[in-house]
């Protein structure tokens, strides 16, 4: 038997563990003394805007349950201006702290490239999509693969150019490296120029990028050293994780506040899972 529409839209909604971290950072509503329609129900306006996060879809799309397509979109620019969904990304990255450590010993970065057909600032041609206009997200996490930091581009701005702006993006306090306690950063072969190295080891970090091979030069093996944790996989299953929104598998948004509150919303859905809060 076909699911029905209400079983597909439960799927959907805000988790109540989510939901318990959300309510607190939300602006009160208050009607208003001129009278006119009552305020929609916040936690019905927040499983509309993660339905349309998670399935895609237009704003005019979202099922009628949660109200007008014209008023989830307003209320969601307006939390997006009090910093709603980057405040949420924190108090997770906070949680998930509290909870397992956020596992700074092991960082790992890189950058994703996807389709914004509207355009709007901080996009470019993509080179490697028939310089058709797309947007870049550049993503740090953490050993585990949990995001900590975040910075959007345009298609065509190098990877190695994002590593500033990324590390300076990142949503949870950073403890200072030690020789004790050091901490390890792992890029793949684009980030491998001297100004990256620089101002990765300016930052603290130790620095695992393979080197670029002259063309006719010889493989370099690796001996293998018991232990040794240098991993960038965990940022690429993460790109992978969040491409499962929908919404961000394609940038249909003009305006970067937008897009990275979207983007924000998202990384806190994942750091919450990384915490264990939501099974």
Not at 133 to 157: F, H, M, Q, Y
Request: charged share 30%; with cysteine.
């Amino acid at each position: 038997m076909a699911a029905t529409r209400h079983t597909v839209v439960e799927a959907f909604r805000i988790p109540d563990a989510l939901w318990e971290r959300v309510e607190p950072l939300l602006p009160k509503v208050r009607r208003s003394r001129k009278g006119g329609r009552p305020p929609l129900p916040q936690r019905q306006v927040l499983d509309g805007i993660f339905y349309v996060l998670r399935t895609g879809c237009q704003w005019k799309a979202a099922p009628p349950e949660f109200g007008s397509g014209s008023s989830l979109h307003r209320y969601f620019r307006r939390w997006q201006k009090r910093g709603v969904f980057r405040k949420l990304w924190q108090d997770a990255l906070r949680e998930y702290d509290d909870e397992m450590g956020i596992d700074w010993e092991w960082q790992s970065l890189d950058g994703s490239m996807t389709k914004a057909p509207l355009g709007g600032k901080k996009t470019g041609k993509n080179p490697t999509d028939r310089a058709k206009i797309g947007t870049k997200r550049s993503v740090l996490t953490d050993g585990r693969g949990v995001p900590v930091g975040l910075e959007v581009a345009g298609a065509n701005r190098p990877d190695m150019r994002l590593v500033g702006a990324t590390l300076e993006g990142i949503a949870a306090e950073r403890p200072e490296p030690t020789k004790k306690k050091p901490q390890h950063l792992c890029a793949d072969k684009g980030y491998d120029y001297p100004s990256v190295r620089a101002l990765v080891a300016a930052w603290g970090y130790t620095a695992h990028i393979p080197v670029k091979k002259a063309k006719g030069a010889e493989p370099v093996v690796r001996a293998k050293v018991p232990g040794y944790r240098a991993r960038r996989w965990v940022v690429e299953r993460t790109h992978s994780w969040m491409n499962r929104f929908r919404r961000l598998l394609i940038r249909w948004e003009k305006k970067v506040p937008n897009y990275k509150a979207f983007l924000h919303f998202a990384c806190a859905g994942i750091t919450h899972q990384g915490a264990g809060v939501l099974g």
